[in-house]
T-cell receptor, first 113, second 113 residues
Framework: SQKIEQNSEALNIQEGKTATLTCNYTNYSPAYLQWYRQDPGRGPVFLLL?????KEKRKERLKVTFDTTLKQSLFHITASQPADSATYLCALVGGSTLGRLYFGRGTQLTVWP | NAGVTQTPKFRVLKTGQSMTLLCAQDMNHEYMYWYRQDPGMGLRLIHYSVGEGTTAKGEVPDGYNVSRLKKQNFLLGLESAAPSQTSVYFC????????????FGPGTRLTVT
């Protein structure tokens, strides 16, 4: 069965630095990879999507890369701010069950002043 | 638009009791999903629906039933609650052909004693 791993449960960085979160997967060939943000007590919120034929996607201070050979996606937040503190989830989409997502366990990011 | 709403927000059940969680969306989405989120386990798919009148099992369907009688509503039922079903339940929806970006509700926190 497919397996999705996010590099660590928690990541602490200083304000202004770049946060880099990792999502690795096995036994799967996703058509898309998505990233979500989840704040405590709330549902996840979609941030970015990258397709299997795309190497990189940007949105404001966010950048996502997708390497289907390494089976890995990197999620970067540049010039991080305390307001970026949240849990970030990666999710795989595709295969024979389009519409169904497989989520990683998430990485809790804390940005301290 | 209210987006995705969930009822109730909190509930405490005794073992063996039954209850129904209601999810409603006003975005005319075809696909709807029920997840549970437990500490250290991430989001796990319970059941999902690709259209009115159709449902399918997800990763952890045992002990749950669902119904999608109307396009905008997706009900999750627990016939005989068990302590192992203590969790936070999230409903989500998405429309076809939209990269399957999922919109999540605010969650229902269920405790089974």
């Amino acid at each position: 069965s497919q397996k999705i791993e996010q590099n660590s449960e928690a990541l602490n960085i200083q304000e202004g630095k770049t946060a880099t979160l990792t999502c690795n997967y096995t036994n799967y060939s996703p058509a898309y990879l998505q990233w979500y943000r989840q704040d405590p007590g709330r549902g996840p919120v979609f941030l970015l999507l990258i397709r299997e034929n795309e190497k990189e996607k940007r949105k404001e201070r966010l950048k996502v890369t997708f390497d289907t050979t390494l089976k890995q996606s990197l999620f970067h937040i540049t010039a991080s701010q305390p307001a970026d503190s949240a849990t970030y989830l990666c999710a795989l989409v595709g295969g024979s069950t389009l519409g169904r997502l497989y989520f990683g366990r998430g990485t809790q990011l804390t940005v301290w002043p | 638009n209210a987006g995705v709403t969930q009822t109730p927000k909190f509930r405490v059940l005794k073992t063996g009791q039954s209850m129904t969680l209601l999810c409603a969306q006003d975005m005319n989405h075809e696909y709807m999903y029920w997840y549970r989120q437990d500490p250290g386990m991430g989001l796990r798919l319970i059941h999902y629906s690709v259209g009115e009148g159709t449902t399918a099992k997800g990763e952890v369907p045992d002990g749950y039933n669902v119904s999608r009688l109307k396009k905008q509503n997706f009900l999750l039922g627990l016939e005989s609650a068990a302590p192992s079903q203590t969790s936070v339940y999230f409903c989500a929806s998405t429309m076809t052909g939209a990269n399957y970006e999922q919109y999540f509700g605010p969650g229902t926190r269920l405790t089974v004693t």
